[in-house]
């Protein structure tokens, strides 16, 4: 059975940092790219960053780009979103997802075959 488990989430002031965790279990971490998408209230999910299975690259949302960064330990099953200069429209619930296709599709929720539970982020001014 697959699980991806987020955590590190919670209520931060604009301008803050977090770090999002990821843990899978059930599954070849290592032959899985990896993936964080939100969701706001009232709105769709997005992408928010990918990194494939070896870690070789890495794929941002345009809105998150230098300020977040996605790594992965293989050796951990975990994935981590480090968040800086976090802003009001930063506030979301934050999912991982694991994919086995191929990197071109990694901005793309369907491209994901297995999903945590979310966790949430607020960011106040």
């Known amino acids: 059975q697959v699980q991806l488990v987020e955590s590190g989430g919670g209520s931060v002031q604009a301008g803050g940092s977090l770090r999002l965790s990821c843990a899978a279990s059930g599954l070849i971490f290592s032959s899985y790219s990896m993936g964080w998408f939100r969701q706001a209230p009232g709105k769709e999910r997005e992408f928010v960053a990918a990194i494939t299975w070896i870690g070789g690259s890495t794929y941002y949302a345009d809105s998150v780009k230098g300020r977040f960064t996605i790594s992965r330990d293989n050796a951990k099953n975990t994935v981590y979103l480090q968040m800086n200069s976090l802003k009001l429209e930063d506030t979301a619930v934050y999912y991982c997802?694991?994919?086995?296709?191929?990197?071109?599709?990694?901005?793309?929720?369907?491209?994901?075959?297995?999903w945590g539970q979310g966790t949430q982020v607020t960011v106040s001014s």
């Open positions: 997802a694991a994919s086995r296709g191929g990197s071109y599709f990694l901005r793309r929720s369907s491209a994901y075959d297995y």
